[in-house]
T-cell receptor, first 115, second 111 residues
Framework: DTEVTQTPKHLVMGMTNKKSLKCEQH?????MYWYKQKAKKPPELMFV???????INESVPSRFSPECPNSSLLNLHLHALQPEDSALYLCASSHPTDRVYYGYTFGSGTRLTVV | GQQVMQIPQYQHVQEGEDFTTYCNSS?????IQWYKQRPGGHPVFLIQ?????EVKKQKRLTFQFGEAKKNSSLHITATQTTDVGTYFC???????????FGAGTRLFVKA
């Protein structure tokens, strides 16, 4: 299995809602990532988990809360989002090593609209 | 801070013409990766370059990593309509998990 599966594919939520994005991989990758991508922009790193521990938080607002329950799963909990948070949220995974990087396998993303 | 600059921002070509996109880092990279994102899709990993001066080929695509490990290029020979999309370089730096994406080059191919 060489895929990263993200659910849901589309999500519309109100500013007072609480929702979660889910990501799953079975490639044995021990690094998992959340990226945010706005239209016509590059992916922007939000969080990095390495061996199920949060290793990078790119100063993301607390209304985004990541969780890594095990080595295959990554969640992003959303609460009290703003319309400007509307974007494509991408999950990715890779082999973690601090010496040689490997390419990321991206999921197909969740297209989030905040109304 | 670490930055990866990518040019051009977009390029229109006639089918059959060649295409090149360039990336430049402000500091030395440990590696560079290249991704392709089709319209409406997600980034797909193409290749990773690690060694100084490295050149790799994938059919019509040629990837180069500069001698100083600060720049890289992707060259497509004889473009096809299936090459349409945005090509991103992403620079990896020693000592962390952070990979910095370039702004991307949008390729338009006219049949």
């Amino acid at each position: 299995d060489t895929e990263v599966t993200q659910t849901p594919k589309h999500l519309v939520m109100g500013m007072t809602n609480k929702k979660s994005l889910k990501c799953e991989q079975h490639m044995g990758h021990r690094a998992m990532y959340w990226y945010k991508q706005k239209a016509k922009k590059p992916p922007e790193l939000m969080f990095v988990y390495s061996y199920e521990k949060l290793s990078i938080n790119e100063s993301v607002p607390s209304r985004f809360s990541p969780e890594c329950p095990n080595s295959s799963l990554l969640n992003l909990h959303l609460h009290a989002l703003q319309p400007e948070d509307s974007a494509l949220y991408l999950c990715a995974s890779s082999h973690p090593t601090d010496r040689v990087y490997y390419g990321y396998t991206f999921g197909s993303g969740t297209r989030l609209t905040v109304v | 801070g670490q930055q990866v600059m990518q040019i051009p921002q977009y390029q229109h070509v006639q089918e059959g013409e060649d295409f090149t996109t360039y990336c430049n880092s402000s500091t030395t990279l440990s590696n560079i990766q290249w991704y392709k994102q089709r319209p409406g899709g997600h980034p797909v990993f193409l290749i990773q370059l690690v060694k100084s001066g490295e050149v790799k080929k994938q059919k019509r695509l040629t990837f180069q990593f500069g001698e100083a490990k600060k720049n890289s290029s992707l060259h497509i020979t004889a473009t096809q309509t299936t090459d349409v999309g945005t090509y991103f370089c992403a620079g990896g730096y020693t000592g962390g998990f952070k990979t910095i994406f370039g702004a991307g080059t949008r390729l338009f191919v006219k049949a």
